[in-house]
Every structure is written in structure tokens, then in C-alpha cells.
């Protein structure tokens, strides 16, 4: 180490022991104080990891979670960022919290990357492997449209040729520019490919990446993911390595599937986390890990922080989903439709800038779906309530059974007085936080902030 990241590394670890120890924790400011001293600290901080980064739009915080799960199966040691703080800050902290590796072990780091940092961590750590879940339209003030998402971290890939490159095969953007890497694609493979249609017009990536035709597909699994083909110039899903054969059950809690033939459950609804759970399939597979060992992995039935956690809060059961993007949430609202019992939703709409600032993505979610359903009470709050409210206003909810409630401490009071046993509450990134860190102080959980 330099002195200059010694004494980089001292602060942010003496930062990280008084947040913990007196503050019950902080995810990113030790990482902002260490690479404010050092901002090359990385270098040293990860230098003897065997480092995987899983980036993407939707599905990062589930897929890696996933990841270590399996990987625990054969290996002992492995550092991750379980709380979803996935700029270089928070990565910096992730590796401040770990214990110096033993001389002559290299332990495992399966680490959560924002798109847009990428290539800032790709300077300093040279990854093993990155897995890429999928893009779609996301904070557009941040990221652009899905071209400029996916250059974002292919500027990182470009800086590594010799990692690996697992990728959503389903994913048509995916596919569409030659990589030196070593490529591995996943995808779904459970239904005939006999079909010749298109997407929805309303679709993120339905355009050929290549001559700009509007793609096919022999099938669709949602969005645009599926097995896509192009008509005009012959551009088509490439040959996926681990597929899903077969879907046989799906409820709010819990999905059965076959990969490979292979039997596996996981304690989530939604296909988008059946694709997170492929995606681990593929690394564990491709780093030893048996399918058996895949399955015990997946029975583990963690819950994952944020991602359709349930808290028992009195006599509900709150499951908290955090939502960001057209494709995520629409996904949200087929998971709902599995739901047998009636129940109360909530939505809960920020706008700082780790949400992205701009709102205008909620007009693309398919809410109009929600007065169909067997909601009994509804209520919307966070700093853009009005957004939200008026958007729910709009797709028919009534307002008899509407509650307007900007204060989330208010809208945590209100949770008991909901008139089902189930309440589902959908939040933007930071009204997640915040409504974690309210029932933390009250006692519902462990920890507001991870």
C-alpha cells in the first residue's frame, strides 16, 4: 500500500467502527471520506479479490444476493455489498468492512455496480467476471436511453477482455456488439419457437441493434426479452447455455421452475426473479457449483434487503417492493395479480437523485390495472405524492378508498389501520430507505440502513 491509501484505508475503517458501533451503521460515508483522501483506493482495497460485478437496470440487488448464496455452497469466504450501496462510495465501504485476506487466499467479491460506475471501478479492480441482467429505460437524467445505459458499462467491459461476460441472452441489446471476452448467454427456453410477432409498440429495445427493423420474436417472456429475430437483416437471440425449461407455479412468495431440467424454487414471486435466479445458476455453474448444490442454495429462502421483504408490522404483513422504471414495475403489478387474498397497496414516490429526479416514468406503468384488482384500501405518499396521487387518480382509483399521505412516518402509522391483513408497498429507492429506517426505530426490524 502507498502511505496516501494507508491513510486513506485508516480513516474509512475508523469512520465505518464510530457509524456501526454508535450511529447503528452507514453504508457509503465511509467510502466518501476514504476516496476523498484516496481516490485510487480500490486499487489496493481489492487488488486480492477474485472480483464479480453484476450490473445492469433491474434485478442487480436479487441476482447478487443469489450469487453468494450459491457460491457459499462451495466456498468459504466472500465479501459482498448486501444492502444494494452500489457506487464506488459504497463499494469502497463494502471492501473497508472486510477483513484483510490471509496470505495466499483470494477470496470471492460478488459486487453490485450501478451502470454508470462501471468503468470507475473497472479502473481499479480488474474483474474475474461481470454479469449483466438486463437494460431498460432508467433515470433518465442519469443514464439516457438504453444505447447509452448499455455504453456505460461496456466502457467498463472494454478495460477487461479477459473477464467473462454472462449475459441475459433474452436481452436483444445484449448480443448486438462484438466483445473480445469470453460470452455466455441465459435466457428462457420453455415454450415452442413457432411464433412470428412483435412486441408491444410501447416497448424498451424492440428495434433491431443492428439495421434498425423492428424486431420479432418466436416468443415473449415480458418487456422485450424473449426469443427475438430479425426479419430484415437475420440478427437473432444467440445460443443460451442455461436456459429455464419449464415455469410450473408462481405466487406472490414463492416461484417453481426447471433450469437444465433441473428442479429449483425460490422464495420470490415475479418472473424478473426467475431470471435473477438463472443468472446465479450460471455463475455458480460456471464456477463449480453443482445443480444440486444450486437447489440447497436457492431453499436457503433469505430474504433480501429491500427486494420483497417482509416485515411484520402488528398484525400486517408488509411486503416492501422497491420500484424504479416502467419494465420493474409492471413486472410488480403481474406479481400482484397472483395474490388470492384481498389486500392494501401503497405507493411511495421519491425523486432525490438516487431515485432520478424525473417522474415521468410512472405514466408508462401499466396502473390502470390496480382498480381490477382486490385492493381494498389504497394510499400514496413520499416527497412527489402529488405525482403519484394524481397518477392513480388517473387510472381509475377510487377516491373513496384513497388515502393521500405526504409524511412517511404517517404513512408507517397508517400501516396498522389498513383494513387487510396484507399490505404491499411499492417505493422509489430513498422512501424504501426511509421506511426502513422508520420501522427500524420503532423496532420492526434490524437496522434502517444495513
Known sequence: MTFKSDIATLAGKSSYWFLHTFMGGGSSLPGKITTKIDPNV????????????????????????????VLKEKYNEILTNKSGSNMIQGIVSTFLEAKKPRNGQKPIAVIEVDEAN???????IKPKMFVL????????????????????ILDGIELDPSATVISNGDEPIFNSVELPNPQ?????????ASGNFKAHANTDGIICPICHHILHYHYLIYANLGDYFCPNCGYHRPELKYKVTSVENQTPVESKFDIDNHQHQISVGGTYNIYNALAAY??????????????????????IFGRQEEIHVGD?????????????????????????????????????????????????GEFERLPKMNIQQFETGGSRYKD???????????????????????????????????VYILATYTAMMQVRSILAKRGYIKGGQN
Open 184 to 192: 455466455i448467454y441465459y435466457g428462457f427456453e420453455n415454450q415452442l
Open 388 to 422: 403519484i396521487t394524481f397518477r392513480l387518480k388517473v387510472a381509475g382509483v377510487p377516491d373513496d378508498k384513497h388515502i393521500v399521505q405526504p409524511d412517511l412516518e404517517k404513512v408507517v402509522d397508517d400501516i396498522k389501520k389498513m383494513p387487510t391483513k396484507k
Open 42 to 69: 480500490l486499487t489496493e482495497l481489492g487488488k486480492n479479490y477474485d472480483v464479480i460485478i453484476v450490473s445492469g437496470t433491474n434485478g442487480k440487488t436479487l441476482t447478487t444476493a443469489l450469487i453468494v448464496q
Open 282 to 303: 450460471a455463475v455458480g455453474r460456471e464456477l463449480g457449483v453443482t445443480p444440486e448444490q444450486i437447489k440447497h442454495a436457492f431453499d436457503a429462502n433469505e430474504r
Open 316 to 364: 400486517k404483513d408488509v411486503t416492501i417492493i422497491l420500484v424504479k422504471n416502467p419494465v420493474g414495475t409492471n413486472q410488480v403489478l403481474d406479481l400482484l395479480t397472483t395474490e388470492n387474498e384481498p389486500f392494501s397497496f401503497m405507493a411511495l414516490l421519491n425523486a432525490n437523485y438516487a431515485d432520478g429526479i424525473d417522474t415521468s416514468w410512472i405514466w408508462d
Open 133 to 152: 441482467t438486463n437494460i431498460f429505460r432508467d433515470q433518465l437524467d442519469r443514464y439516457g436511453e438504453i444505447y447509452t445505459t448499455y455504453q456505460k
Open 118 to 124: 462501471v468503468k470507475l471501478i473497472v479502473e481499479q
